[in-house]
């Protein structure tokens, strides 16, 4: 049984009053990619999408891994894909990354690569598209940043786009 | 190996707490588990400590920085750390001590204070993402529950206004609770389907809010908790734990596998061969109102898509069949998310004892289930209980 919890809820003012410390820590870090990561992120430059297969389970990896997490055992080989995919879920955001509210909503989900095992790919935009048109199983095709641009990373790809243009915004 | 009760049980109110330290949070809710317990810390021979990413406070080590309000000065001591799913994975870690015929007596706490962030913990929350292909995306931790949501939802057919129920149940049931800070007995589906769009199809009243908290649990051997606490005797009767894979893009979204598995380690531990029958009151991780529906159908109470249903008719309410979340859950008591143990094992332990007072339910449970979820979506942590 509980008894009366103490202490009660304070509102924003009261509880800048109460003493307190503000300090932001000074952490930089320089994360690796790694093998695999690294050369699909490489390839991106490039503006083609990169997987990995594994011969133990026949999995067509996305995100590329040099082992196989299943199977336990070095992935095979290096295996290109079309970069066109199909959404698996989405989200319409009215949030941004510190919680702001935002008028023009972040259209964001997942999409599975086409060639790669089934449910295999990852986060990322849809753009060119209204968010009401959006759903589960529609085609999408990558939209790439102009090459001089492009700097090895996830966002060398701008966003997905539907490949109906009759879907397209 | 040795049985093991839970013989006490504490929290504090769950809100913003700028006035106490987490030390003293912890306190708080170590000297009511052990007054009901009716041992001093001196009778304590373990203290494990429960607390989320250390992000949170900005505070590393914070096992240490807590060690003192949990009572662990000078005694055996450990942090366990899973993520969201340490409200249920520290009372199993306090389970093997005493199992394992090491210790009679253990003390487990947790805590959590998520409003040292500023602006807001959401902000601490975008560092937990995968910082190569997902953090140049600037993600918001909430996306990823909207993803899953809308994949179970489109899988399942499930129906927003049922899961919206759920809001409306876990908030009113936090009414009865001494610690809510999100209770409403007036909330309406109507309220929920309407509120504020935040990731859609997650709007504001499908999540349960940040908080500030502690709970505590007292464990002892069977042995000793029949000398204590004769007039209730509650025992961990199962426990399991299970994770899957960090590609979470790889996951399926709309059935949780991992928890299958955890839950079936625990039912067979249990001897527990139909969990449909065998378990009267459940406490599932309900961070969001999916979650609560989800979680249902992985703890195998139901099948895959059954948990809309069963909460349209009612079979979850406090007097139904199988009363869940009657705490009030995350979604109305708060998610201060590792102290949420006081929610879960806590409400558990104090139904199966008939000590829940006015959120006691109706059908006068022996068997229950509890069971946190955390790291990247991926993690379960359940703990069967019962009354002897």
């Known amino acids: 049984m509980i008894s009366q919890p103490r202490g009660r809820k304070l509102s924003r003012e009261e509880a800048e009053r109460v003493p307190h410390v503000v300090a932001r820590p000074k952490a930089r870090y320089a994360w690796s990619a790694g093998p695999a990561t690294g050369r699909f992120l490489e390839e991106l430059k490039e503006g083609r999408v990169l997987a990995r297969r594994c011969n133990g389970c026949g999995r067509v990896l996305v995100p590329p891994r040099m082992f196989c997490e299943r199977c336990f055992r070095p992935t095979d080989e290096w295996v290109y894909l079309p970069g066109t995919g199909t959404i698996q879920t989405y989200s319409i955001s009215y949030i941004d990354t510190d919680a702001n509210r935002i008028a023009k909503p972040i259209l964001v989900g997942v999409l599975a690569f086409d060639g790669a095992s089934e449910g295999c790919g990852i986060m990322h935009y849809f753009g060119e598209v209204a968010p009401e048109k959006l759903y589960i199983g529609m085609e999408v095709e990558p939209v790439w940043k102009p090459q001089a641009e492009r700097e090895g990373a996830i966002t060398d790809i701008k966003y997905f786009r539907p490949r109906r243009k009759e879907d397209r915004q | ?388």
């Open chain 2, 1 to 388: 190996m040795k049985e093991v009760a839970v013989v006490g049980a504490g929290m504090t109110l769950f809100a913003s707490r700028m006035m106490e330290t987490g030390k003293e949070l912890c306190w708080e809710a170590a000297k009511q588990a052990l007054d009901e317990a009716g041992l001093s810390l001196q009778e304590i021979d373990a203290v494990i400590m429960g607390t989320a990413p250390d992000a949170f406070d900005g505070i590393h080590k914070k096992g240490e920085n807590l060690l003192d309000g949990a009572g662990g000065a000078n005694k055996p001591y450990m942090r366990v750390y899973t993520g969201g799913g340490t409200a249920v994975m520290t009372p199993i870690a306090g389970w093997w001590h005493i199992a394992s015929g090491m210790f009679d007596t253990v003390l487990v706490v947790n805590e959590e204070k998520m409003s040292s962030a500023r602006p807001h913990a959401q902000s601490v929350f975008a560092h937990i993402w995968d910082p190569i292909l997902d953090r140049p995306l600037r993600p918001n931790l909430v996306w990823i529950f909207a993803m899953e949501m809308q994949r179970y939802m489109h899988k399942y057919n499930v129906r927003k206004e049922d899961i919206a129920l759920v809001s409306v149940k876990n908030k009113r049931n936090a009414v009865d609770h001494p610690c809510a800070q999100l209770a409403d007995p007036k909330i309406t589906v109507e309220d929920v389907l309407n509120s504020e769009p935040m990731a859609l199809p997650v709007r504001r009243l499908d999540i349960s809010p940040p908080s500030d908290g502690a709970s505590a649990l007292v464990l002892a051997s069977l042995d000793v908790a029949r000398e204590i606490c004769p007039d209730r005797i509650v025992t961990i009767d199962g426990v399991g734990w299970c994770i899957d894979t960090t590609m979470w893009t790889n996951r399926d979204l709309a059935f949780p596998k991992f928890l299958a598995r955890a839950a079936d380690q625990a039912y067979r531990m249990a001897g527990i061969k139909d969990p449909k029958k065998e378990i009267h009151i459940a406490e599932p991780y309900d961070p969001f109102n999916y979650k609560e529906l989800q979680h249902m159908e992985g703890l195998l109470l139901c099948e895959p898509g059954e948990a809309a249903i069963l909460t349209r008719e009612g079979v979850t309410q406090r007097d139904g069949r199988l009363p869940v979340c009657p705490s009030g859950g995350l979604l109305g008591v708060g998610n201060p998310i590792a102290a949420t143990m006081g929610i879960k094992v806590g409400e558990i332990y104090w139904q199966l004892a008939r000590k829940a007072g006015k959120r006691q339910v109706r059908n006068d449970p022996v068997t229950g289930v509890c069971q946190a979820w955390g790291d990247l979506m991926q993690f379960s942590s359940v703990l069967v209980m019962r009354r002897r």
